[in-house]
């Protein structure tokens, strides 16, 4: 069983996937992938989970939150793994190229698939 919330910010409609421990697995911006997920009857809302993401997404969109403490879990190939490390070590406010990304995790030529 999964759980799921929505949040409604300022950049849209954000929903959030969950283990049945609490640990959030996906956040999602746009429709394609939930609709399908919709469709599994697997899923059941949690609002208090969704709450205490939603609260912290809300506050890092209004500048007043630079870091998650949201319990979380990785999943996808390990290819995908490195890239969301490599995400993950860039400094709140910075940027980085789809090239710079692939060159930081060794795979230079990895750019589209970084992107």
């Not at 969950?18 to 469709?39: C, H, P, S």
């Not at 290819?79 to 060159?103: C, D, H, M, N």
């Amino acid at each position: 069983m999964l759980l799921y919330d929505e949040c409604h910010t300022k950049i849209g409609c954000l929903r959030f996937i969950f283990k049945e421990n609490g640990q959030l697995i996906r956040v999602m911006l746009t429709d394609d992938y939930w609709y399908a997920l919709m469709a599994n009857d697997k899923l059941k809302r949690s609002h208090e989970l969704g709450k205490f993401v939603c609260r912290q997404f809300k506050e890092y969109l209004h500048r007043s939150r630079r870091q998650f403490d949201v319990p979380f879990t990785l999943e996808g190939t390990p290819f995908q793994k490195q890239v969301w490390e490599a995400l993950r070590k860039i400094p709140y406010g910075g940027i980085r190229t789809y090239s710079e990304v692939a060159i930081s995790i060794g795979k230079p030529k990895a750019i589209r698939a970084v992107g």
